[in-house]
């Protein structure tokens, strides 16, 4: 088992847009991906849920099985600032700074 904890983009359009991503991303890999911090706990890969987090909150990443490790490292290009890092609100997605 595998978990990050990661902060969504403080700007509205750029959160929507990292939830849908790491949703297609987790939706990659056989491994049993969880999003969840204090109030919320869903499937990573339910498109239903992409809502369910606002801009800039903070939440974990838990991935379990056998390529955990490999979908944790490609949430990390998503979310290049886990928020153990420094300048966490000020560290967009290189992939959303692209579209932009």
């Known amino acids: 088992?595998?978990?990050?904890?990661y902060?969504?983009?403080?700007?509205?359009?750029?959160a929507r847009e990292q939830m849908m991503?790491?949703?297609?991303?987790?939706?990659?890999?056989?491994?049993s991906i969880t999003v969840e911090n204090e109030e919320k706990h869903f499937n990573g890969k339910s498109i239903l849920?992409?809502?369910?987090?606002?801009?800039?909150?903070?939440f974990y990443v838990v991935a379990d099985g056998s390529d955990a490790k490999e979908?944790?490292?490609a949430l990390d290009r998503l979310f290049p600032?886990?928020?153990?890092?420094?300048?966490?609100q000020s560290c967009p997605s290189k992939k959303m700074q692209k579209r932009g």
């Open 49 to 58: 849920k992409a809502g369910e987090l606002k801009k800039g909150e903070r």
């Open 21 to 31: 991503e790491l949703i297609l991303i987790s939706s990659r890999f056989t491994s």
């Open 81 to 88: 600032c886990a928020v153990n890092q420094p300048d966490v």
């Open 1 to 5: 088992m595998k978990s990050r904890e």
């Open 71 to 73: 979908a944790i490292e």
């Open 7 to 14: 902060n969504l983009a403080p700007e509205e359009k750029m």
